[in-house]
Nanobody
Framework: QVQLVESGGGLVQAGGSLRLSCAAS????????MGWFRQAPGKERECVAA????????SYADSVKGRFTISRDNAKTTLYLQMSSLKPEDTAVYYC???????????????????WGQGTQVTVSS
């Protein structure tokens, strides 16, 4: 069972950038597709970006396309979310998640992910 720990959240002004990191307890590349989700107060948790086990495929929510980039490092122990041109509506708790999957599969459905980090708060001020 993989353990996930997010970091990098904080307070930023609108238009600014942040990079979130998610450290995995094992080499996630050997087994897991991964994703970034966010949950704002009173809203459902939504997938903002996801990447396949082999990094060859990615998926983004329409609301973040062109502004967010998901990536995995060469050792595949860390997942990143580079966020640019941030907006107040990006304010949420951001979670990373992992699921065992075939190498080219991208998973964007919350219910399919069994492993979750504790979340990191991102606040964008106007």
């Amino acid at each position: 069972q993989v353990q996930l720990v997010e970091s990098g959240g904080g307070l930023v002004q609108a238009g600014g950038s942040l990079r979130l990191s998610c450290a995995a307890s094992e080499r996630a590349s050997t087994r897991y597709a991964m994703g970034w989700f966010r949950q704002a107060p009173g809203k459902e948790r939504e997938c903002v970006a996801a990447v396949s086990r082999g990094s060859g495929s990615t998926s983004y929510a329409d609301s973040v396309k062109g502004r967010f980039t998901i990536s995995r490092d060469n050792a595949k122990t860390t997942l990143y979310l580079q966020m640019s041109s941030l907006k107040p509506e990006d304010t949420a708790v951001y979670y990373c998640a992992a699921v065992v999957a075939d190498s080219r599969v991208v998973v964007t459905t919350r219910a399919q992910y069994p492993y979750w980090g504790q979340g990191t708060q991102v606040t964008v001020s106007s």
